[in-house]
Nanobody, 120 residues
């Protein structure tokens, strides 16, 4: 059974940092894109970042502040978030798919999400 499990969310003050992790299991994801997608209250899901061995993509709103990485085996993804802002508050989902894309519907596998809350 394919499973993506996120961890690392929490409540921090503006300007702080957090590191999210996503552990994938049930199959090898070494040749998949792994991505982070977030959903703020009352808003649609929003692409944050994605990484495949051949490339990386970021949303403009997080460039220079967030960094996506993966472990050597490719089955764990991380999102290092610096200089967090209240507008970064959202549920952060880990997702996996075949295409390096900012289109959230292109990702076939999803985790349950982890809450990130930034206080001002």
């Amino acid at each position: 059974q394919v499973q993506l499990r996120e961890s690392g969310g929490g409540l921090v003050q503006a300007g702080a940092s957090l590191r999210l992790s996503c552990a994938a299991s049930g199959r090898s994801f070494s040749d998949y894109v792994m991505a982070w997608i977030r959903q703020a209250p009352g808003k649609e899901r929003e692409f944050v970042a994605a990484k495949k061995w051949s490339g990386t993509k970021y949303a403009d709103s997080v460039k220079g502040r967030f960094t996506i990485s993966r472990d050597v085996a490719g089955n764990t993804a991380y999102l290092q978030m610096l200089s967090l802002r209240p507008e970064d508050t959202a549920v952060y989902y880990c997702a996996a798919g075949r295409t390096l894309s900012s289109v959230v519907t292109s990702y076939a596998y999803w985790g349950q999400g982890t809450q990130v809350t930034i206080s001002s």
